[in-house]
């Protein structure tokens, strides 16, 4: 692939133009607005360069009939806010199948011990028949809470995710709710996360940001004393332990971590999180109202950070530490300092295996942005990039880590990818479980940056050692190299046979 901004971006204008000549007029006219080429922007950057605007369409329904790789309301709940709050008992409310689906499909590490004081990736269900769907499945529900506080007693906490079927019957969740939680004294938390509303998981983000802000904050938590450089990490869900590398840097520059949810929290770091100084927001996609809620209501600022790959670790330190004064700026700068023999090593060890290699990224929340300096730190270059889930602000954010030139898609269909991949020939595939496998029979290696394909952590230094490793374990690995057949790689020319 050439490194061509200029030309890259009119071969992807063509490829974009040769994609949607494939589909009915229709639906070429729909699809046409969802994909693009980044163009350059006004400067806005310290280093002078030009940043790319990145104009699509994003968050509207998916075409009917047309593959696509979303999640629903349900997974945006359970499977990413709530579901990884660890003292909690999370009941999928519906038939077996959503939360069959959801159960422990995410790397979301965590302290403790499962089925006494965790419940991570323990799947808790009502299980609707058919006479529930008649009769409706409140007396069921209230049942399960009971049966809950006695087989779990030291669980701190229930929410309640409501599936398809409740949102169409009716079940009145929030009586329950407030029924139980005063006959046992504990917290519980119903969330209208069906997953029919909305056109993805991104609204299940929002309704259960909502329910944290309208069920769980403003408790008393007279246990906890706020201290001046408290802050909360939103928005990690600490997949292969990511949320642990972050804590470990925030705290070796003097901050307290006073809550890391959701990934390996508890309920009361999540009560407690008005009482910070500062909320360090990563997935912004799936936190960021919360965390407008709290500096609108407790006057708490939050500021984005991205701890993949040096640069963007670096520049976020600073970031953090310049809102907490001189002694923390220095404790930073002692830190980044005390770490740079490591990435120096680790850039010298693989950046010479990786330089000049095409990736394309197809992800959910974040990281079609956020991972991309990580990859163009070990010299790797993004030729394409696109989001599941994203909305306008996500792309405008995309704009400021992507170079002119590059291809942008937003709810990529399959076919749309698969013609991608195909005719750009790219080095790596980053994307999720679905494509890995359709892309490593076109002979193309893949990673599977949802869950950091079984390895981790990434963020932060150690992280980033670890991801330098993996890519160039998928880049380099001899297995591309019997990838051909031998009888088609070795077999001489026809006109090598006619000349004998």
């Known amino acids: ?11 992807h204008e063509k490829l974009i133009e040769e994609v949607l000549s494939q589909y009915p007029g229709k639906a070429a006219k729909r699809r046409k607005n969802h994909l693009s080429v980044a163009t350059g922007g006004e400067d806005g950057s310290e280093t002078g360069e030009v940043l790319s605007e990145c104009d699509v369409k ?68 009502s299980d609707f028949q058919e006479k529930d769907i008649v009769f409706g499945g409140d007396k069921k529900l209230e049942k399960i809470i009971d049966e809950l506080e006695v087989l779990f007693p030291l669980n701190n906490g229930i929410t309640i ?18 029924k139980k939680a005063k006959e046992h004294e504990t917290k519980i938390v ?25 069920w769980v904050f403003d408790e008393a938590n007279a246990d906890f004393e706020p201290g001046p450089c408290d802050v909360n990490v939103v928005g990690d869900y600490n997949i292969g332990g990511d949320a642990w590398a972050t804590r470990i840097l925030l705290e070796e520059v003097g901050l307290r971590v006073v809550g890391n949810w959701s990934g390996d929290a508890t309920l009361a770091e999540v009560e407690r999180a008005p009482k910070a100084k500062l909320n360090l927001i990563h997935c912004y996609r799936s936190m960021n109202y919360i965390c407008r809620h709290m500096e ?53 060890k693989y950046r010479p295996r990786l330089e000049g290699k095409t990736v394309m990224l197809y992800v959910g929340g974040l990281r079609p942005r956020h991972v991309i300096t990580a990859y163009e730190d070990l010299g790797m270059v993004i030729v394409g990039t696109g989001y ?42 980053g994307s999720g479980i679905k494509e890995k496998y359709p892309v490593q029979k076109l ?50 020319k026809p006109d090598a046979v006619a000349a004998e």
């Open 58 to 125: 994003s968050n509207i329904k998916s075409i009917p009939g047309v593959m696509t790789i979303r999640g629903c309301a349900y997974a945006g709940s359970k499977g990413v806010v709530w579901g990884p709050i660890k003292d909690m008992v999370h009941i999928s409310h519906g038939p077996v199948g959503c939360g069959h689906y959801s159960w422990s499909q995410r790397r979301n590490y965590y302290v403790g011990t499962t089925g006494i004081d965790t419940f991570v990736t323990m799947q808790f269900t």
């Open 296 to 348: 609108e209501k407790y006057g708490i600022p939050w500021m984005e950070y991205n701890f993949f790959g040096p640069s963007q670790i670096e520049a976020s330190l600073r970031k953090i530490a310049e809102h907490f004064g001189p002694a923390i700026v220095d404790k930073t700068e002692a830190v980044i300092a005390k770490y740079r023999p490591l990435v120096d090593a680790v850039i010298d």
């Open 161 to 178: 995710q409501s599936e398809c079927p409740i949102g169409l019957i009716g079940d009145d969740i929030e009586a329950v709710s407030r």
């Open 443 to 492: 002979g193309i290696p893949f990673r599977q940056m949802h869950s950091w394909d079984y390895s981790g952590p990434y963020h932060g230094y150690d992280g980033f050692a670890i991801f330098a490793r993996d890519m160039d374990l998928a880049i380099n690995s001899p297995i591309w190299d019997l990838y051909e057949a031998p009888w088609k790689k070795n077999a001489m």
């Open 388 to 429: 599941e889930f994203a909305h306008n602000d996500d792309y405008q954010r995309t704009g400021h880590y992507v170079k002119k030139g590059t291809l942008i898609y937003d709810d990529v269909t399959g076919y749309e990818l698969e013609k991608f991949i195909e005719r750009i020939r790219p080095d790596l595939v």
């Open 190 to 214: 119903p969330v209208r996360c069906e997953g029919f509303r909305g056109v993805s998981q991104s609204l299940g983000h929002h309704i259960a940001n909502d329910s944290i802000r309208d």
């Open 1 to 11: 692939m050439s490194l061509d901004y200029e030309n890259d971006g009119v071969f």
